[in-house]
């Protein structure tokens, strides 16, 4: 339990733009990773920078596809639920 907590406090800690914006300077140069400039920043920050590259995917894929689930499923949602309502009218 307590990792786990760890893990969330990461995902959840508010790092300072600027920070973050360093990392991703550093990271953008069409080269993997170096595991030594990642060594040199608090693990929030690398989430950070992750979490920014996330939303900047063209069109939001991994995004788009959440939200599409989600929509799915609320209809399924309301026509089960209004086929309970009228069956019980």
Same mark, same amino acid.
Request: net charge positive; proline share 7%.
């Given at each position: 339990?307590?990792?786990?907590?760890?893990?969330? !406090?990461?995902?959840?800690?508010?790092?300072?733009?600027?920070?973050? &914006?360093?990392?991703? !300077?550093? *990271?953008?140069?069409?080269?993997?990773?170096?595991? $030594?400039? #990642?060594? /040199? %920043?608090?693990? !929030?920050?690398?989430?950070?920078? #992750?979490? *920014? @590259?996330?939303? $900047? #995917?063209?069109?939001?894929?991994?995004? /788009?596809?959440?939200? /599409?689930?989600?929509?799915? @499923?609320?209809?399924? %949602?309301?026509?089960? &639920?209004?086929?309970? @309502?009228?069956? #019980?009218?």
């Amino acid at each position: 339990m307590e990792d786990n907590d760890k893990r969330k !406090a990461i995902w959840l800690t508010n790092v300072s733009l600027p920070k973050t &914006h360093e990392l991703r !300077a550093k *990271l953008n140069n069409g080269q993997p990773p170096d595991p $030594e400039i #990642l060594k /040199s %920043y608090e693990p !929030a920050v690398i989430a950070s920078v #992750l979490k *920014l @590259y996330l939303l $900047e #995917l063209p069109g939001s894929s991994l995004l /788009s596809k959440c939200v /599409s689930n989600v929509r799915s @499923y609320n209809v399924i %949602y309301r026509v089960r &639920h209004r086929q309970e @309502y009228l069956r #019980l009218k």
